[in-house]
């Protein structure tokens, strides 16, 4: 009898080992198919995911106008992407406690033409946006802060 109740105890344990295993470990597909639920969970919180699947030119033209609804929304923003620094920058500071820009992520390290366009176009007609509300170019005044704070 104990030797029974010894391995039904050994097959219970042999069984949650390997359901907790199967538990940590799913196949490719199904975390692909939860990242990409993911994504449009996202997408619906975040409009600049749109930018993803277009081509750069295209993509480009979407961030001008992003831009501009953002500037007309008092959203000043620089769009980034890849990986950042844990600590904003001293430029980075400056322009948020100064002018309220903020540097927003859109992406990681993985884009796509997209991405990389949307952002082109969008930080491009918010710079030139915002020399023309400031009359200077704030982004090179920020820079002549960091580099004389060194």
Same mark, same amino acid.
């Given at each position: 009898?104990?030797?029974?109740?010894?391995?039904?105890?050994s097959?219970?344990?042999?069984?949650?080992?390997?359901? +907790?295993?199967?538990e940590?470990?799913?196949?490719?597909?199904?975390?692909?198919?939860?990242?990409?639920?993911e994504?449009?969970?996202?997408?619906k919180?975040?409009?600049?995911?749109?930018?993803y699947?277009?081509?750069?030119?295209?993509?480009?033209?979407?961030?001008?106008?992003?831009a501009v #609804?953002?500037f007309?929304?008092?959203?000043?923003?620089v769009?980034?992407?890849?990986?950042?620094?844990?600590?904003?920058?001293?430029? #980075?500071?400056?322009?948020r406690?100064?002018?309220?820009? #903020?540097?927003?992520p859109i +992406?990681?390290c993985?884009?796509?033409?997209?991405?990389?366009?949307? +952002?082109?176009?969008?930080?491009?007609k918010m710079?030139?946006?915002?020399?023309?509300?400031?009359?200077?170019?704030?982004?090179?005044?920020?820079?002549t802060?960091?580099? #004389?704070?060194e």
């Amino acid at each position: 009898m104990k030797k029974i109740l010894i391995l039904a105890y050994s097959v219970f344990l042999l069984g949650y080992a390997l359901f +907790a295993l199967a538990e940590k470990t799913q196949p490719l597909g199904t975390e692909i198919k939860n990242l990409a639920e993911e994504a449009k969970y996202h997408a619906k919180l975040d409009r600049y995911n749109v930018f993803y699947p277009l081509g750069e030119n295209k993509a480009y033209k979407r961030g001008e106008a992003f831009a501009v #609804e953002d500037f007309e929304n008092g959203n000043y923003r620089v769009l980034v992407y890849g990986l950042r620094p844990s600590n904003t920058t001293l430029s #980075e500071e400056y322009l948020r406690q100064n002018y309220g820009i #903020e540097f927003y992520p859109i +992406a990681g390290c993985i884009v796509s033409d997209g991405i990389i366009g949307g +952002a082109k176009g969008y930080n491009a007609k918010m710079k030139s946006l915002l020399k023309e509300k400031y009359g200077k170019d704030v982004f090179k005044e920020a820079e002549t802060v960091e580099r #004389e704070s060194e």
